[in-house]
């Protein structure tokens, strides 16, 4: 089975640039979830997808990023424009049970972007 | 508030066994998870546990689950030096069952 693939792998932009991120998830799962971690710190939750409609925005910076989901299997998610702040590992990951107690998430490798 | 706490850093050597600790805030926890993110990679489930158990075994992995005192580990036995990498304690809680992460736990294992 193939797993949860990200592209690029790595990203080096100067601030105020934009950039994206595209995620294809596992074949069948409805939720993806993009989520930011920053270097020494666990995974912060950016948005969930249920096919492709929006659970969860409420930690997404709205003002600068932004994420679709068309035809509810890749995504792609949008820094526009990029801050200093924003230098971190962008983490997708799919689920095949959104928020069910037992689900068990599936994690890409991430795209590591450096804003310069 | 939701909150799960790591210790950073655990050194062993090669052999020995590993025990990360975790603690967590929420008692409506509902499970609970071990996630391992070797370098450069993305996070790994290795394994989880219901808040109803106590303990959980699987195969090198020990997990126990204190629910009174809020406390959880996970105990690696033999370990190896492909275990070295970052260790997060996870949490599904409160109402809308959102996964609260820890910070990590830097696992070096020294030859």
């Known amino acids: 089975e193939a797993g949860v693939a990200q592209s690029p792998r790595y990203k080096i932009i100067e601030k105020r640039q934009s950039v994206a991120f595209w995620c294809n998830p596992i074949?069948?799962?409805?939720?993806l979830y993009w989520y930011q971690q920053i270097l020494g710190q666990g995974p912060k939750l950016l948005i969930q997808?249920?096919?492709?409609?929006?659970?969860?925005d409420s930690q997404l910076p709205k003002d600068r990023f932004s994420a679709e989901r068309l035809k509810g299997v890749d995504s792609t998610l949008k820094i526009q424009p990029a801050k200093l702040e924003d230098s971190a590992v962008y983490l997708c990951?799919?689920?095949?049970?959104?928020?069910?107690?037992?689900?068990?998430?599936?994690f890409g490798s991430g795209t590591q972007l450096s804003v310069l | 508030g939701e909150d799960v706490e790591q210790s950073l850093f655990l050194s062993v050597r090669e052999g020995d066994s590993s025990v990360i600790n975790c603690t967590y805030t929420?008692?409506?926890?509902?499970?609970l998870y071990w996630y391992k993110q070797e370098p450069g990679a993305g996070l790994q489930l290795l394994t989880y546990?219901?808040?109803n158990m106590d303990m959980k075994q699987d195969q090198r992995l020990t997990v126990l689950l204190n629910k009174k005192d809020k406390h959880l580990s996970l105990r690696i036995a033999d370990t190896q030096t492909g275990d070295s990498a970052i260790y997060f304690c996870?949490?599904?809680?409160?109402?809308?069952?959102?996964?609260?992460w820890g910070l990590g736990t830097s696992l070096a294992v020294n030859p």
């Open positions: 546990i219901f808040s």
């Open positions: 929420d008692s409506s926890s509902t499970y």
């Open positions: 997808f249920q096919n492709n409609g929006v659970v969860d």
């Open positions: 074949s069948g799962h409805a939720t």
């Open positions: 990951a799919s689920s095949p049970f959104p928020r069910e107690p037992n689900e068990k998430l599936f």
């Open positions: 996870a949490e599904r809680a409160g109402n809308n069952r959102k996964l609260i």
